[in-house]
Nanobody, 123 residues
Framework: QVQLVESGGGLVQAGDSLRLSCAAS????????AAWFRQAPGKEREFVAFIGWSGSDTNYAGSVKGRFTISRDNAKNTVYLQLNSLQPEDTAVYYC????????????????WGQGTQVTVSS
């Protein structure tokens, strides 16, 4: 069982940066794959980025590649998402997800989810 708690969201202006954190419970979190998804009002939840258990495997959605960076610190049981050059279209609730199965861009491949953190970008 893994519990995930996101933090770091907020209201920023276009061009600003934020760092989201996802703190996980459990001593074996280092063996879990992790990902970030986001959901804007009226839209489906979409993939943002994933990271392998060691941190060496990463992948990004095309809309965020080059602006967002996913990383993890297994000693702290924490996954991060650095958001740079934020734009109004990045406004959404950002969710952290984890699973032991496989790296995936699909929501249904992740068993564990956090409650989400709101990111709002004003123009």
């Amino acid at each position: 069982q893994v519990q995930l708690v996101e933090s770091g969201g907020g209201l920023v202006q276009a061009g600003d940066s934020l760092r989201l954190s996802c703190a996980a419970s459990g001593r074996t979190f280092s063996s879990y794959y992790a990902a970030w998804f986001r959901q804007a009002p009226g839209k489906e939840r979409e993939f943002v980025a994933f990271i392998g258990w060691s941190g060496s495997d990463t992948n990004y959605a095309g809309s965020v590649k080059g602006r967002f960076t996913i990383s993890r610190d297994n000693a702290k049981n924490t996954v991060y998402l650095q958001l740079n050059s934020l734009q109004p279209e990045d406004t959404a609730v950002y969710y952290c997800a984890a699973d032991r199965g496989r790296l995936s861009t699909r929501t249904y491949d992740y068993r564990y989810w956090g409650q989400g953190t709101q990111v709002t970008v004003s123009s």
